[in-house]
């Protein structure tokens, strides 16, 4: 009886998890599907088409007009630029809030990780004119200062976490050695606080790779755009070419997606690290 | 030590990098937010002070309450269909051993590192009329209508779909997290004393699980009412404001309409609704802790 009962259990078990599965993928694979055949392939009522012949051609069209290199690059550059500054800068504003002896520690603390209740919607507007002043619009700049200071907060409030929960000896032992505090910072904590700084990299990395508001608000060349983009502008294009539009968005979405399987163990746990303390 | 810890000039270099983004970042444009608010100012020409004539506006603007039902309407949403789906799927996967388990979560978690362009524009061809998915499935169980996913009646529904769809699996993972930090020993008293799954699930799982749900909600809520990315490409807040959203409505307000002004008084409010909204919740849920 109780065998069975398991037994039973166990089949309602798969067919929760492979359902779910399946809502979660199926709209991929749809994508896939449909782009790698014609646009007229699409007015079919099946649910999924099997091409009549396989056009490469698509991916080749999204990959060249899409500009898809040019704004890869851009991505890779801006959201590694922004994970470093992220992450110096709140090891080094944790320290100082977190180890030092000061009066206003507690209120800079505080300072800083507020801002993560600010919508970074609301500051579009004003941020906009505020770079158009300084004539950063256009420039590397308008993207990576919001996105470092957007991001900030959450590192601070890991880091200030982690730094909190460290032995105090081993700087005990640095400062009997002579060490300045730069080193302390610098050689003895940082390379402690590895796991954490993976926990804040991978948290930043989510949090910006895809960002595209402020980027279509704060640039209007595509010197410095960034992936989001070879979908949002291939579409007006290629309007009528459902089956190009399709390639294009599978091609945007494969980098993420590729690192993301590759390294989801580190992923999943720095996330989860992240999340349930923030 | 305490000397070297007491360091002025090295406290002030080493939190002055991060003091200098808060302040150009977050307090300047808010402070300019704060003046546009109060000014009629189109986005080009001369500003002129209105004084609280934008906020009066306000709180007559109908597509501005509509705003806030539908942060509303999505967190209730959140709460009340995705959060049950993920605690239930994480606590099962969580009885799944071996790979079965890593590929199941990490297949969960895949929509959520896709772009939100991707995604908008992937579920805006999946609600298709013509030709989407959704209305291809509907025809494979035999249902000939052509419905319009995205009309007056249906766009919030479809909105909070695409939502749950993309967020279920961070939603998932917390709560796979919680569950997996619950002490085993729990679970072996309960099934030597014959509790059944959902004895367990109700009794051990759920009750353990209350600091973790709470950070959950918190999280829905706020992320229902800092909605703009999805909803810009999918609907843009349309058809007639039925799908809009506080964040959206500023910036059509200001970029669209030219009313720079006024979307900047919609953006102060916007603000101080967050604020209230975050410190709000966590007040209740702290002394709830403690009680």
Known sequence: ?278 | MKKLYSNKPVIFSLVLPGILVFLFAVLAPICLSVYYGFTDYSGMGEAHLVGFDNYVKLVHDSAFGRSLLNSLFLAIGFICIQHPIAIIVAAVLDKLQGKAEGVFRCIYFIPNVISVAVIAYLWKFIYNPDFGLLNNVLSAFGYQGKINWLSQQNAIWSVLVVLIWHGFGWGMLIYYTGIKNIDPVLYEAASIDGAGWWTTFFRITLPLMKPVIQINVTMAIISALKQMETVYLLTNGGPNNSTQFAANYLYQQAFKAFKYGYGNAIGVVFIIICILATVTLNTIFRDKQKA
């Open chain 1, 1 to 278: 009886m109780k065998e069975k009962e398991n037994k039973i259990g166990k089949v309602v078990l798969w067919i929760v998890l492979i359902a779910v599965a399946a809502i979660q993928l199926f709209p991929l694979i749809w994508l896939v599907d449909f782009s790698l055949g014609s646009s007229n392939e699409m007015f079919t009522n099946g649910l999924l088409i099997i091409p009549e012949k396989i056009r490469w051609d698509n991916y080749v069209k999204a990959f060249v007009d899409g500009n898809f290199l040019h704004y890869l690059r851009n991505s890779i550059l801006i959201n590694t630029l922004a994970v470093i500054l992220v992450v110096i800068i709140s090891i080094m504003a944790a320290f100082a809030c977190q180890r030092m002896k000061w009066k206003l520690n507690g209120f800079v603390s505080t300072l800083l990780v507020l801002g993560m209740m600010i919508p970074i919607h609301a500051t579009l507007l004003p941020n906009y004119k505020i770079y158009s002043a300084l004539h950063l619009t256009d420039t590397v700049w308008a993207l990576l200062i919001p996105y470092v200071a957007f991001s900030m907060p959450q590192g601070m409030f890991l880091m200030t976490g982690f730094i909190q929960a460290l032995p105090k000896e081993l700087e005990e032992a640095a400062v009997m050695d002579g060490c300045g505090i730069y080193r302390i910072v610098f050689q003895i904590v940082t390379p402690l606080l590895k796991p954490s700084i993976a926990t804040v990299a991978i948290m930043t990395f989510l949090n910006n790779w895809n960002e595209f508001m402020m980027a279509s608000t704060y640039l209007s060349t595509p010197t410095w755009k960034t992936l989001p983009f070879s979908v949002l502008e291939f579409t007006g294009e290629y309007s009528s070419n459902y089956a190009v539009q399709f390639a294009v968005m599978a091609l945007t979405a494969a980098p993420a997606v590729i690192v993301y399987v590759i390294l989801n163990k580190h992923i999943t746990k720095g996330v989860a690290m992240g999340a349930v303390k923030g």
